[in-house]
């Protein structure tokens, strides 16, 4: 049982009811001498204590993505090299159903090395009958740090915010995909750093498996990015870097968009693998980029959003931003970025299409 997953803490929330059901029941019932009785009574209490605290730290564990694995929790991840992850073996992936019309895997990627979660949806009209002919856009949703992909189900809405635009017709049918963006637990901002490909695992490892396992468009015209903080700021830097793979990218409360020291303190490779700096640099790339925040956001101020549009004019990247006026760095804000972000990614990539009958 995955330490995320929802059935884990509705299997502790139950045994917490349990044992303080057992405790209000034997409480005066026990056996044997008082002497004896009142150490089993504080066992009782302990253990009703335990479980509580277990359901609240598994909660919090959740919301804020502080542990991604039972192996992250207990540090067997620790110390690994780009080419020494655990994991089945090279490019092998077997997608199984989570129960919440989510479709997971656990895969190690043919180009990184590198091995993660990939969570993928299907919209209700991939298996409609007559659609198996159908290709469908690929929506890619980055998670901050620290998170996971669930943070994006069970914080961020999704899918049901999209289904909800697409019935009113604001938005494509998108295949969304949620992979890890630090596989093995080290953040590098989507970026290959020596002994950790981590651009490669999202760029190149997990477009392969979606591609060769889904009907989705051909890249880039129909594959596009949105994330949210970190995740923000690699939905605007991978287009920029693998503008034959992404389309376009939509970068919700982004991180700083010249880089992060603390996450890259190599200055040139931290300069190089910025959003500011690469679209600075870029030349005719057919790619579109959505970059929004808020006035209130420390985090992700609006001035950063000035400074990148500013740097993207005569390059041919295509900028469209959104300051909202109030709101945190938080999922109650993004989600409502959603409809003017997904609306403008459904006009950046391409809707579904039939696919071509061979001769």
């Known amino acids: 049982m995955e330490l995320t997953s ?10 917490t009811l349990l044992a303080m059901l057992a405790a209000l029941l034997l409480w005066n019932r026990l056996p044997g ?10 066992l009782m209490l302990g253990l009703c204590q335990l479980t509580a605290i277990c359901v609240v730290a598994t909660w919090i564990n959740g919301s804020y993505g502080l542990y991604s694995s039972w192996d992250d929790l207990i540090g067997t991840d620790a110390g690994q090299g780009a080419g020494a992850m655990t994991g089945p073996p090279v490019g092998r992936a077997r997608f199984t159903a989570d129960g919440d019309g989510t ?35 690929v929506l890619v949703l980055l998670h901050g740090y620290p998170g996971t992909p669930r943070t994006w189900i069970d914080l961020g809405d999704m899918p049901g915010a999209l289904t909800r635009l697409v019935q009113r017709g604001t938005a494509h049918p998108f295949i969304v995909v949620i992979p890890e963006i630090y596989p093995g637990g080290v953040n590098t901002d989507c970026s290959n750093v020596p002994g950790r490909r981590i651009a490669d695992w999202l760029a190149r490892d997990v477009p392969e498996l979606v591609a060769r396992t889904f009907r989705t468009l051909p890249s880039p015209a129909g594959w596009g990015l949105m994330g949210v903080s970190t995740g923000g700021f690699c ?29 890259l303190p190599d200055p040139v490779l931290r300069e190089r693998n910025s959003p500011l700096w690469l679209v600075a640099h870029a030349r005719t790339a057919d790619v579109g980029l959505f970059l929004a925040t ?8 609006p001035a950063q959003l000035a400074a990148f549009a500013a740097a993207a004019a005569g390059t041919g990247v295509r900028v469209r931003t959104l300051v909202r006026p109030a709101g945190g760095h938080n999922f109650q804000t993004w989600i409502g970025m959603y409809p003017e972000a997904l609306g403008w990614l459904s006009t950046e990539v391409a809707p579904p299409a039939p696919r071509p009958r061979t001769a």
């Not at 939905?235 to 970068?251: D, I, M, N, S, T």
């Not at 808020?294 to 101020?301: G, N, V």
């Open 103 to 137: 479709r997971s895997t656990y895969f190690r990627g043919s180009h990184s090395k590198l091995a993660g979660r990939v969570t993928v949806w299907t919209p209700p009209g991939y298996d409609a009958p007559g659609a198996d002919r159908t290709r469908f856009p």
């Open 235 to 263: 939905a605007a830097k991978l287009p920029l870097q693998y503008p034959k793979v992404f389309r376009a990218g939509a970068a919700l409360d982004p991180d700083p968009l010249t880089g992060d020291p603390g996450v």
């Open 294 to 301: 808020s006035a209130q956001d420390k985090d992700s101020p």
């Open 6 to 15: 929802t059935s884990f803490l509705a299997t502790l929330i139950a045994v």
């Open 33 to 42: 001498p008082r002497w004896l009785r009142w150490p089993a009574r504080v």
